[in-house]
């Protein structure tokens, strides 16, 4: 057995709290991460996926730059987009109406101290959403490509931050996002194309895929079983609560 598998087999079980937050202003739901990760660094409360949108946002990350930024403030300002600096790892990228953002506020200590495996199992978690809705998704090679493609095009954008071994920030998932936002900026620092999810045979992207709990609760029971290193099927370390 190795030492991450002893640490895992003594870690308890422990509640995931997720949360649909509706629209939520960028800085807004900054503050909120905040208030559950210093919480957590307390010892009170519990983890939480927190689920929302936000209105137009263009956040560049610790790697951005504004040349990032190809809108001017005309632009911008026609289309009601802000502008915000994250601590999150990454370039530039753009949240908005129609995107699925999930903010994970888990403890990766003592039994998960592993970035590069979070980052791969935020990825595992919305392949197999996208999965759900009949979507095709895999990850692809180099730092570059962090985030999640369907074919050629990138479907999800990844970007966290660790203060002692408690995330912030996390996906975003282009759901029935108007791509055309994209065009003031250059996601990742190159120019790749972007898509939303199509709609499959049989499957409705509706006001209710955010607001019955499909995708949320999904991802709410997938970010900590397969974040605590749990196969495909098997039972969370976690137990995990619902709460709306």
Known sequence: MTEAAAIADTVPGRPLHWDFLGRVPYRDAVEIQHAVRDALKRGEGAEHLLLLEHPPVYTLGRNASAADILAGPEWLAARG????????????TYHGPGQLVGYPVVNLSPDRRDIRRYVRDLQEVLIRTLADYGVAAAVRDGQAFIGVWAGEDKIASIGVHLSRWITTHGFALNVTTDLSYFAGIIPLSFSTSVMFIRKPPGITISPGFWSAGQAPSHLA????????????????????????
């Open 81 to 92: 987009i802000e502008v915000a600096e994250c601590d999150r790892g990454g370039q530039v």
């Open 221 to 244: 029971c997938s970010v900590m079983s397969v974040s605590r290193g749990a196969p495909a099927g098997a039972p969370s370390l976690c137990e995990v609560t619902l709460t709306e």
